[in-house]
Structure formats: C-alpha cells, structure tokens
C-alpha cells in the first residue's frame, strides 16, 4: 500500500503529549513509523499547518425521529426567500440542503469540510432505534453512534419503584443497548418525559413522579451505577431536570450529587446553570457549576453554547418543550409522547443579540468554557442544533482563543449584559492544544475510543489539516485537507471523496433471562417484543449504509464505580 | 416463484406489511400448496393483499406488452428516463431501503417524488408545518387513553385491526374508556369492531351535519369561550375533553373532508388548549403502503419532503404543484415511474397515457400492457413477505422491522432502481 507524509507541520496532539513540527506518516488507514531510510510513496507539504486528529462531536442531533420532524417543521430552512437554496456545485455532493436542519448527507459534507470525522447523536428513541440508524447510516463521510435513551420508559420506571433487584434493572439496560446497538446511555429530564405523560408539569431531582413515586435521583442513582457496571466507556449522559428554568443551578448540583462518585456527562450544561439573582430573577451560576465540576472528578460536561440567530430546538423532554412552546419562533412547534419510552419536543428557536436572556445564555456558555480547569472533561457543542447548528463551531473557537474578539461580540448585546457579565474580566485565552482537546482528544477518551482523537502510531488516520492563521474562525472553517481512515475527503473546504462511515457501538453483557421480563412488558403495552426489537449486526450493517461496525466491548464489574 | 417450499408453521415475529399499523401481534402460515394467510388475528385488509401471493411463477418484465429479460427492461426504463423532461416518481409503495434508492434515481433524472396515498399526508404535513402539533403513539394509547374521540371516519375501515392494537389488556390497571364517534358515517360498523376489540368501552356516535362547524365550535368550548348555538351534546362532550387525564383525537387525514388541513388545525388546536390543564394528543392515522417511509426518507436524505422537485434551480418543494393528481392535470410531467411493490397499493393513475415505467407487484403486470405509449414493465419482490426490510408506523415514531416469509427469485425495488439510475445518470 503507499505510503504519504505529511510533512513539516506543527502537529497538535495532546493525547500523547505532542505539539512539534514533525513528520507525520499515514498507510492503509492508519498512522505508522516510516521505516529508516522507507521513502514515502506521496509527501504534502504541510509547512505553516497545524495537524490534529479528526474532530469528534459527542453530542450532536444528526439522526432520528425528532430531527426529522424538526425538518418537516420547517421547510423555509431550505429556501432563501422564495426562491430554493442553490444546488451543490460538487458533482460529488447529492442534493442535500438546510441550515439548522440540514438533510443528513448535507450534514456529513459540512461536518467534513471542517475537519470533524464523527458525530455521536445523543438521543436515540429505543422504538425509534431502527430510524436513527439509517439516518445516520446516510450521513456520509462520518464515523457515527448514538446513546439511547433510557430513564423515562415504564418498564424501568416500575421496576424501580417496585424495588427489584438493581441487577435485573442492569440487565434490562444492557439488553435495550444490545439490542438498539447504543453507543451509550442518556437520560432525559430523569423520569419527568413519562410524568408529563401523567400530567404533572415540573419535576424536582427529589421529588416524586406523580405516578410511579420515584424521583429523579432514584433514576439517575440507578443509570448511573448501571453504566458503571456494565463497563460502558461513556458515562451516563445526562440531561438534567428543569432545563431552562432559572435557578435550575440547584437541581444540577443535586444531580451531581445523585450520581453517588459514579461518572456522569452533563451535557448541554448552558442550559442547565440558571440562578435567580438580579432583576429579572434569571442570572449566571456558571461559576459554581464550574466550581462543582472542578471539584468532582466523576464529572464531564458539553457546553451547549447558543449562537445568534435562527435555530430550532429538538429534545426529548416533552415536560419543558411544552413549557417553553410559547417562545417558538416561527410560532409552530410539534410534540409527542412516543411508545410508553420517550417523548420528543420540537421548538423552532432565533436567539437575539438584544433579548437580556439570550445574552445571558451566550455568555453562561463562554463562562463554563473558560472557568473549567480541566478540558479533558469539557467539550464544545452548541448541542446541535438547540443552542446552533455545528457549522458555527470555527466561530465558537474563534470566540475562546481570542479574548478581543469575545469581548467585541459582548459589547454588542443587552446592555445589562454587554456591561455586567463576567465574562468581560475573563482574560483566558484557550490555545491550540486546548481546542484539540475539546473538540476530538477529549470526547474520544470520554467515549473510550482509543484508536481516535489522537495522531499516535497505530491509530486511525482521521486527520484534519489546518493552515496556520491568525484569524482562527477562518482556520478552523476550512481546513486545508481532511483524512478519513486515511483517505483524502476534504480539500480547502471542498468534499473530495465520499465514503461511508463507520457505526459505533458498545456490546454489554447481561443475563438473556431478562428476555421474559421485556417479552412480558411488550405484551402489556403492545410495545415491541423483544425478538423484533433486536437490531442484529447484519441489520445494523444495512441500516448503517454498510459502513464498518466499529463494537466495543464492555468487561462487567460489579459494585465498579 | 418459490424455491423453497414455505414454512406451514406460524412465522415467528413476522410484521404485516400490508397498512400503516404494521400489526406484530398476528402472524403467516402457508397452506401446502404455498398460499399465505393470516393467523392469530383477523384482518380483512391483509386478507385480501395475501390473495395475490401463490405460489404461481412471476411474469417476465416486459417492454411495451412484449416480455423481455430484466436487463433489456432496465436499459428501457432508463432510456426512457433520459428522454424525459420532468418525470414523476410516484406511488412509493415499497420499504426504506426502496426510497433510499429511489431518492438517487430522482436526482439523475430531475424527477418529482410524491407517493400514491399523499394527499391526506400532505394535508397533515401542511399543518406541521403552519402550526406544528402533538402525537402519540399506539402504546401509548394503549397504556393511557381514557377518552378516544375519532373524527371524520372509521378507522376500522380501512384499518381493521385499530382497535385490538389499541384496546387494554388484562396485564394492564383496569380503567374506563370512553370512545366517541364524531362526525363519522358508518357509525354502527365501527362500533361493532370497538365491541369486538375493547367491550368494556362506553362508545356514543355524534352524527354531524358540517364537520367543519363541528369541530370549530368544539374547539371554542374546550377553550370555555361562548358559542350561543352549541347544542348540548357539543358542551358535553367539551367537558368530557376538558376533564379527561389523556385525551386522543384520531383522524384519518385522507378521510376528513376538505379542506383537510383546516379540520386538522382545529383538531390540533384543541389538543394545544387541553395540553394547558391536562393531557391530550393526536393520532393520525396514514402513510400505509409506503407513504410514510417514503416521507420520512426524502426528508432525512434532502432536508425537505416529498412533493419536491429534484430541478435545476434546485429542491422545489411545493405541496400544491408538485402533487400527482395536480401534475397530471396540468400535463407537466412526461413520464411516470410508478413504484407499487406489495400489490395492494394504487395502481397508477387511469387517466396517464404518457410514458410508464412501472416497477411493481406481478400481479401489475397487465397494466402495462396495450399500452400506446412506451411502457416497461418490471415485477418486483415484496418486503414483508419475499424479502426483510423496514416500514414506518402511521405515527412516524416507529420503525418496524420486516421479515421475509418464504424465499423467492424475483429482485427487490431497491435492487431494480439501483440497477436503472447508473444507466440514467450517464
């Protein structure tokens, strides 16, 4: 097979602890070690470049139900006026278009273009699972998976309350990741997606489910010691309760505390780091969600940074969709209650400059970022597409590497903002490295994928090749060329070559037995049984467009924390 | 044509393909003469799409009423896609897989896509996307519903077995369930399957003289706004809506009468009132033979839905222009692929005398014949009885997996259209 190097540039690759000018060498898909006096087949000039590995998105709404519903919702995001978005020039590119709710093969090729090599879709429907692979089976060029969501369906629900045997609850958790083939496991808004099925309208961490009488902290408890034991890599990923309420500061600090030292992923934790200070009652509290995630190892979080400008909101947290419905803009939204397992919520959204909260929410986000110690337990999103599409992330860089800029964007909004933020006095500045952690060394070790996110030998050649520039959003827009397993797909911002990505996906171990119980429970809601409800690897395979199966396996251990 | 002789065991976990509830709780048996029928359940509707599958060999493809090798159909179809202008890819009727590769065959040649059954699913998407609403799904019905108020029609119709997918059972908390028939004109058939399916409900029948007016007037009730002329049965029935813990309004988008989408709105309305105090939510029940996948692939795939023309300027999407019935009167399209694999789906249109490529179901193959316009002709597999594959659910939410029932020769939808778009793209 060739060989090529790229040479001369300054590779970034924190997982190992390299930032040098070297060589980096790259055959059948892989990072290697040229042999001394081996002459490379094909060498690029990468002088004034910057190399890091592909980036990673853990947490991105690229596939499923509730994004397609957000694209039914609205079709103006593919229109400019009257007139239809202009069709790819690139030959290579099929006709794909949107901006909030790109269509999937549109948002491989933007994710490509800017050096990310996957996406991790973080709310997968268990009854919904089939879908979410297709869609994700159709996003070209990315490496994808998703976690699916579990703390809300009946079946655990009462089998907490009714107290039975954690390890039957584990099994049935490791069964709904076997069978949906989940990357992960998240938990959305802990029980309060089936209590809005029962009418009740808010959902303390302590408080009961007006139903099955748990409370969040029981579900949280639980999922989280599951995952733990089950030997998933990613921890639990959570949603906390009562997003986008002010002073919602208290639940996620009660969440972390729930977690019992078990690892969780906070994720979108802009949304969720409200206090009640001030005159409107609605204030920053990133400081002291940064200052318990400084202090609790256990705990990694995504950011779920908002951008200005028009978006929409997918989620499955039926409960504080419906709360936040009357915010739509444009005024339409759509909501379901889905096979006594989910809920999904979907709430178009244009964050203003001049409105005091959203002001407030941009510059939470960019708190977190900078008032976090550790980045290798922070990782950039905007929680696509609810704070902002991913096409804004060179922007979000730009923003957290350059503190004049950052402070020229704060002055243009809410006054109240604009001059009593923080974030005004905040001087850090992150750097090349840092960025390199929180948007591909980081996630790949929060996720356990250990031959991505770095640049080491032996490891999947997954590269994004950066011009050096002082203008960093123009830098991370477009690199200069991207790999994918090695293969050149993206030059200067232009797709070259389309293949098709892998799947993710965590292979568990858990007593079969639990079969009848699922069996059972299907009977009584008319859910799926559990013989149907199995994705084997040939149908994921064809879900998945034939892309590789990528499997991790999960080692069992009891009483782990 | 069958290989192998078929299973004459129930099928285990096998999915009925033939409407939008993809009922999972019946199953296939094959007589020893290879006929399939349906066993564990009754379903009139997929009775009747299982009469045309026997073990009988499949006609040949044929070009313009002549019989032809597959190859040589191929090489027709797609010559006459590159002599087309603006061609329609309709009907639909096939699985995910189908669409996936259909969507590619609509961009090489320019085509518009819009499936057979889409007014009634374009009348629904119109309102998603002017006012969006809430869903809910058959478990949850299932598992919540104490008042079911189906509007405009009977469901049972034209979806047999609703009810016994929807009706409680025994594993389940008992609990009252009220149905109301509003606005439907066979009343008296669809309580008979309600008495068959769920017997301990309480069904009462509003027959409506403007359905329109009814729902209107409804709405503004569940709203406590004044209407002097309500009748009393309409403030009843407000209250009953007002004072139940999950409340589902059912409809048939193809069924309501027009304007569809302004009953929906009302409909969904209602809903978003009830959903301040208590709990309510919507079933549409639509998108059999392949409607709903084909919508929901387009969508993922594009960004927009069907009713989108793959044109020049780029996706126009236009649920008025680019629907079938409208295209065909107005003469815009010059050929048609029609696409029908389950045999029980809309034949294509009578009235279309222009250029036909017609990938379907044997049993279609007539259709294609003595034809004075080129017509090709190619007779496709069935997912769900001659191959595995997925459909979605009439709610959207759902992905139901298929499963071959018996072995056979013929190609999949998805095989046939991935062999014709290289030679159309060239």
Same mark, same amino acid.
């Given at each position: 097979?060739?060989?090529?190097?790229?040479?001369?540039?300054?590779?970034?690759?924190?997982?190992?602890?390299?930032?040098?000018?070297?060589?980096?060498?790259?055959?059948?898909?892989?990072?290697?070690?040229?042999?001394?006096?081996?002459?490379?087949?094909?060498?690029?000039?990468?002088?004034?470049?910057?190399?890091?590995?592909?980036?990673?998105?853990?947490?991105?709404?690229?596939?499923?139900?509730?994004?397609?519903?957000?694209?039914?919702?609205?079709?103006?995001?593919?229109?400019?006026?009257?007139?239809?978005?202009?069709?790819?020039?690139?030959?290579?590119?099929?006709?794909?278009?949107?901006?909030?709710?790109?269509?999937?093969?549109?948002?491989?090729?933007?994710?490509?273009?800017?050096?990310?090599?996957?996406?991790?879709?973080?709310?997968?429907?268990?009854?919904?699972?089939?879908?979410?692979?297709?869609?994700?089976?159709?996003?070209?060029?990315?490496?994808?998976?998703?976690?699916?969501?579990?703390?809300?369906?009946?079946?655990?629900?009462?089998?907490?309350?009714?107290?039975?045997?954690?390890?039957?609850?584990?099994?049935?958790?490791?069964?709904?990741?076997?069978?949906?083939?989940?990357?992960?496991?998240?938990?959305?808004?802990?029980?309060?997606?089936? *209590?809005?099925?029962?009418?009740?309208?808010?959902?303390?961490?302590?408080?009961?489910?007006?139903?099955?009488?748990?409370?969040?902290?029981?579900?949280?408890?639980?999922?989280?010691?599951?995952?733990?034991?089950?030997?998933?890599?990613?921890?639990?990923?959570?949603?906390?309760?009562?997003?986008?309420?002010?002073?919602?500061?208290?639940?996620?600090?009660?969440?972390?505390?729930?977690?019992?030292?078990?690892?969780?992923?906070?994720?979108?934790?802009?949304?969720?780091?409200?206090?009640?200070?001030?005159?409107?009652?609605?204030?920053?509290?990133?400081?002291?969600?940064?200052?318990?995630?400084?202090?609790?190892?256990?705990?990694?979080?995504?950011?779920?940074?908002?951008?200005?400008?028009?978006?929409?909101?997918?989620?499955?947290?039926?409960?504080?969709?419906?709360?936040?419905?009357?915010?739509?803009?444009?005024?339409?939204?759509?909501?379901?209650?889905?096979?006594?397992?989910?809920?999904?919520?979907?709430?178009?959204?244009?964050?203003?400059?001049?409105?005091?909260?959203?002001?407030?929410?941009?510059?939470?986000?960019?708190?977190?970022?900078?008032?976090?110690?550790?980045?290798?337990?922070?990782?950039?999103?905007?929680?696509?597409?609810?704070?902002?599409?991913?096409?804004?992330?060179?922007?979000?860089?730009?923003?957290?590497?350059?503190?004049?800029?950052?402070?020229?964007?704060?002055?243009?909004?809410?006054?109240?903002?604009?001059?009593?933020?923080?974030?005004?006095?905040?001087?850090?500045?992150?750097?090349?490295?840092?960025?390199?952690?929180?948007?591909?060394?980081?996630?790949?070790?929060?996720?356990?994928?250990?031959?991505?996110?770095?640049?080491?030998?032996?490891?999947?050649?997954?590269?994004?090749?950066?011009?050096?520039? *002082?203008?960093?959003?123009?830098?991370?827009?477009?690199?200069?060329?991207?790999?994918?397993?090695?293969?050149?797909?993206?030059?200067?911002?232009?797709?070259?070559?389309?293949?098709?990505?892998?799947?993710?996906?965590?292979?568990?171990?858990?007593?079969?037995?639990?079969?009848?119980?699922?069996?059972?429970?299907?009977?009584?809601?008319?859910?799926?049984?559990?013989?149907?409800?199995?994705?084997?690897?040939?149908?994921?395979?064809?879900?998945?467009?034939?892309?590789?199966?990528?499997?991790?396996?999960?080692?069992?251990?009891?009483?782990?924390? | 044509?069958?290989?192998?002789?078929?299973?004459?065991?129930?099928?285990?976990?096998?999915?009925?393909?033939?409407?939008?509830?993809?009922?999972?709780?019946?199953?296939?048996?094959?007589?020893?003469?290879?006929?399939?029928?349906?066993?564990?359940?009754?379903?009139?509707?997929?009775?009747?799409?299982?009469?045309?599958?026997?073990?009988?060999?499949?006609?040949?493809?044929?070009?313009?009423?002549?019989?032809?090798?597959?190859?040589?159909?191929?090489?027709?179809?797609?010559?006459?896609?590159?002599?087309?202008?603006?061609?329609?890819?309709?009907?639909?009727?096939?699985?995910?897989?189908?669409?996936?590769?259909?969507?590619?065959?609509?961009?090489?040649?320019?085509?518009?896509?819009?499936?057979?059954?889409?007014?009634?699913?374009?009348?629904?998407?119109?309102?998603?996307?002017?006012?969006?609403?809430?869903?809910?799904?058959?478990?949850?019905?299932?598992?919540?519903?104490?008042?079911?108020?189906?509007?405009?029609?009977?469901?049972?119709?034209?979806?047999?077995?609703?009810?016994?997918?929807?009706?409680?059972?025994?594993?389940?908390?008992?609990?009252?369930?009220?149905?109301?028939?509003?606005?439907?004109?066979?009343?008296?058939?669809?309580?008979?399957?309600?008495?068959?399916?769920?017997?301990?409900?309480?069904?009462?029948?509003?027959?409506?003289?403007?359905?329109?007016?009814?729902?209107?007037?409804?709405?503004?009730?569940?709203?406590?706004?004044?209407?002097?002329?309500?009748?009393?049965?309409?403030?009843?029935?407000?209250?009953?809506?007002?004072?139940?813990?999950?409340?589902?309004?059912?409809?048939?988008?193809?069924?309501?009468?027009?304007?569809?989408?302004?009953?929906?709105?009302?409909?969904?309305?209602?809903?978003?009132?009830?959903?301040?105090?208590?709990?309510?939510?919507?079933?549409?029940?639509?998108?059999?033979?392949?409607?709903?996948?084909?919508?929901?692939?387009?969508?993922?795939?594009?960004?927009?839905?069907?009713?989108?023309?793959?044109?020049?300027?780029?996706?126009?999407?236009?649920?008025?222009?680019?629907?079938?019935?409208?295209?065909?009167?107005?003469?815009?399209?010059?050929?048609?692929?029609?696409?029908?694999?389950?045999?029980?789906?809309?034949?294509?249109?009578?009235?279309?005398?222009?250029?036909?490529?017609?990938?379907?179901?044997?049993?279609?193959?007539?259709?294609?014949?003595?034809?004075?316009?080129?017509?090709?002709?190619?007779?496709?597999?069935?997912?769900?009885?001659?191959?595995?594959?997925?459909?979605?659910?009439?709610?959207?939410?759902?992905?139901?997996?298929?499963?071959?029932?018996?072995?056979?020769?013929?190609?999949?939808?998805?095989?046939?259209?991935?062999?014709?778009?290289?030679?159309?793209?060239?």
């Amino acid at each position: 097979m060739s060989t090529l190097v790229l040479r001369g540039a300054r590779v970034i690759d924190p997982a190992n602890g390299v930032d040098a000018v070297r060589d980096l060498a790259i055959r059948d898909g892989r990072i290697v070690d040229l042999a001394p006096g081996e002459h490379p087949d094909r060498v690029l000039d990468a002088n004034a470049c910057v190399v890091m590995a592909g980036g990673i998105d853990l947490h991105s709404h690229v596939g499923g139900g509730k994004v397609n519903l957000a694209r039914l919702l609205l079709p103006e995001d593919h229109r400019a006026g009257l007139e239809p978005l202009p069709l790819p020039l690139n030959p290579l590119e099929h006709a794909s278009l949107g901006c909030c709710t790109p269509g999937t093969l549109a948002t491989g090729y933007r994710y490509a273009e800017m050096g990310y090599t996957a996406a991790f879709e973080p709310a997968m429907v268990a009854s919904n699972a089939r879908h979410a692979h297709f869609e994700m089976g159709d996003l070209p060029i990315l490496d994808h998976g998703a976690y699916v969501m579990l703390g809300n369906e009946e079946t655990v629900l009462e089998m907490i309350a009714r107290g039975e045997d954690f390890q039957r609850i584990r099994d049935v958790i490791g069964w709904t990741i076997h069978s949906t083939k989940a990357m992960g496991v998240k938990v959305v808004n802990p029980g309060g997606i089936s *209590a809005f099925k029962f009418n009740q309208r808010a959902l303390d961490v302590d408080a009961e489910h007006a139903h099955w009488r748990v409370t969040p902290r029981d579900v949280v408890r639980t999922l989280a010691r599951a995952v733990s034991e089950l030997g998933l890599a990613h921890p639990l990923h959570i949603h906390s309760s009562n997003l986008g309420v002010a002073g919602n500061i208290a639940s996620t600090l009660a969440t972390i505390d729930a977690l019992d030292g078990h690892r969780g992923h906070l994720t979108h934790v802009q949304f969720h780091a409200y206090g009640t200070e001030g005159p409107k009652k609605f204030s920053s509290a990133a400081q002291q969600l940064a200052d318990a995630v400084n202090a609790n190892a256990n705990v990694s979080i995504d950011v779920g940074q908002i951008i200005f400008g028009q978006t929409v909101t997918a989620s499955g947290d039926t409960m504080r969709q419906h709360a936040n419905a009357h915010l739509a803009n444009p005024r339409k939204w759509i909501g379901a209650d889905i096979e006594c397992d989910a809920g999904c919520g979907v709430v178009p959204f244009r964050y203003r400059e001049e409105s005091y909260v959203n002001a407030l929410q941009w510059a939470i986000g960019l708190e977190l970022f900078l008032a976090v110690k550790d980045p290798w337990r922070i990782v950039l999103t905007t929680d696509h597409p609810n704070g902002g599409p991913f096409t804004s992330y060179p922007h979000l860089i730009r923003l957290l590497m350059d503190k004049g800029f950052r402070n020229e964007q704060l002055a243009k909004l809410h006054p109240d903002i604009a001059s009593g933020s923080p974030l005004a006095a905040m001087t850090r500045e992150l750097d090349l490295n840092e960025i390199a952690i929180l948007t591909r060394a980081g996630p790949a070790r929060l996720l356990g994928l250990r031959d991505r996110g770095h640049l080491g030998v032996g490891a999947a050649a997954d590269i994004a090749v950066y011009r050096d520039q *002082a203008d960093r959003e123009a830098m991370f827009a477009k690199p200069v060329w991207v790999f994918k397993d090695g293969r050149l797909v993206a030059e200067n911002g232009r797709i070259v070559a389309v293949p098709t990505g892998g799947v993710h996906y965590s292979e568990p171990e858990f007593d079969r037995g639990i079969e009848k119980t699922l069996a059972d429970a299907a009977r009584k809601r008319g859910v799926l049984d559990p013989a149907r409800a199995a994705i084997s690897r040939d149908e994921l395979c064809a879900c998945a467009n034939h892309g590789a199966l990528l499997p991790h396996e999960c080692k069992l251990s009891v009483g782990a924390a | 044509m069958s290989v192998l002789p078929p299973p004459t065991s129930p099928l285990p976990a096998w999915t009925c393909p033939f409407c939008a509830l993809l009922c999972d709780d019946v199953s296939l048996q094959f007589d020893a003469r290879g006929t399939p029928a349906l066993v564990g359940g009754q379903c009139p509707r997929a009775s009747a799409a299982l009469a045309r599958f026997d073990a009988a060999p499949a006609p040949s493809s044929s070009v313009d009423g002549q019989p032809v090798p597959l190859d040589q159909a191929i090489e027709s179809a797609a010559g006459l896609l590159r002599r087309a202008r603006l061609p329609l890819i309709g009907g639909l009727g096939g699985d995910v897989a189908g669409a996936r590769a259909w969507m590619r065959l609509a961009e090489a040649s320019g085509a518009i896509c819009d499936a057979a059954h889409s007014a009634g699913q374009t009348a629904a998407l119109r309102v998603l996307q002017d006012r969006g609403g809430y869903f809910t799904s058959l478990a949850e019905i299932r598992t919540h519903a104490d008042l079911i108020v189906v509007v405009g029609s009977a469901p049972g119709e034209r979806h047999p077995r609703l009810w016994q997918r929807i009706a409680p059972n025994e594993l389940l908390e008992p609990r009252d369930i009220d149905i109301v028939l509003l606005g439907v004109a066979a009343a008296d058939d669809e309580r008979a399957r309600i008495a068959q399916a769920l017997p301990s409900a309480t069904v009462a029948a509003h027959a409506t003289a403007d359905l329109h007016d009814e729902i209107a007037v409804l709405s503004a009730l569940v709203a406590q706004r004044q209407v002097e002329s309500a009748s009393e049965a309409q403030r009843a029935l407000a209250e009953r809506l007002r004072g139940a813990r999950y409340a589902v309004l059912l409809w048939e988008p193809g069924a309501l009468p027009q304007p569809a989408e302004l009953a929906i709105e009302l409909l969904q309305r209602t809903i978003s009132t009830l959903n301040l105090k208590t709990r309510a939510a919507g079933f549409s029940l639509g998108g059999s033979d392949g409607a709903a996948s084909a919508q929901q692939v387009h969508a993922w795939q594009t960004g927009l839905p069907l009713r989108t023309r793959h044109g020049p300027l780029g996706l126009e999407h236009d649920p008025w222009r680019n629907g079938t019935d409208a295209l065909l009167a107005d003469g815009a399209i010059d050929a048609l692929v029609w696409i029908a694999s389950h045999g029980s789906e809309p034949a294509p249109p009578a009235d279309w005398a222009g250029a036909l490529v017609l990938i379907g179901h044997p049993s279609f193959a007539p259709l294609a014949q003595g034809r004075a316009a080129p017509s090709v002709f190619i007779p496709v597999a069935t997912p769900g009885i001659d191959h595995g594959g997925h459909q979605f659910r009439a709610e959207f939410s759902v992905l139901m997996p298929l499963t071959a029932a018996r072995e056979q020769h013929l190609p999949s939808v998805a095989e046939v259209v991935s062999l014709i778009t290289p030679k159309v793209a060239a």
